[in-house]
């Protein structure tokens, strides 16, 4: 959970990741931003990162300061935007740098089917036929093995690239490098009118929990006050000295 003088927001671990691959790319475009700008991105970047490698277990806590606010509130903007629109690597070759577009979701999706083929043989293979020969398992993974390299450059075949990730315009379909998504070089369209209304603070700024004390029992009623019982009545002759003499006139 990130907080501040304007509220929180709570971000799972996938997504505080995501959040920080932002900082990165502006970082290796140091042209993308103002520089002070950029300072203060990277300044955020390392807090946040600080704070999850040393938060343990459980939900962390991120207490922004005010200065930061305006930061944290552009690298979610910029991740919203990022997450509504195709993602693609592009892969400029080492050696001639020619550029070549990688849609990784497939490559994902190839080595999955794959290990699909793969595991279908061996079981194919083992079923019906008690223990199969181990070189013969050897023989039906190494088939379904993948031994290409992951990336052959087009031109000169080397499979050595630079990577970056890169994006479509979604009003032209122009292929937009820059890290920082505001506006279409080509046809001026507004990637910020993606993320119109999305707010970046879900709740009021968090007040430390405190809790709350037991209302304090209603008191205990006294016991009603017995008045002292009535003297017992003194006998007359007792009254008789007790009661005050009179004075005795003195003669002149």
Known sequence: MVTSSAGSVTLDMPTARTLLAIPVMIISQP????????????????????????????RVLVQLPEDQRKTLEFLHQQLGIRSRLPVRTLCVCRDCRHPKVV???????????????????????????????????FGSVFRQAKLDPDYVCGRCESTEADEQPVTFCPGCGDLRKESVLVTCAKCGHDFRGLVKGVLTWES???????????????PVPLPPVTPPSALPRLPPALLKHLAPKAPVPRRV
């Open 204 to 218: 009021a700024a968090p007040v430390d929990a405190v809790q709350a004390l037991p209302s304090a029992p209603p």
């Open 31 to 58: 042209s993308s931003l103002p520089p002070a700008l950029a300072a203060k991105v990277e300044q955020l970047a390392a807090l946040i990162e600080g704070r999850l490698n040393s938060g343990g277990r459980g």
């Open 103 to 137: 849609n990784l979701d497939l490559q994902r999706l190839r080595e999955k089917n794959r290990n699909l083929k793969m595991l279908a043989s061996v079981v194919g293979m083992s079923a019906g036929h008690g223990d199969p020969n181990p070189f013969t398992v």
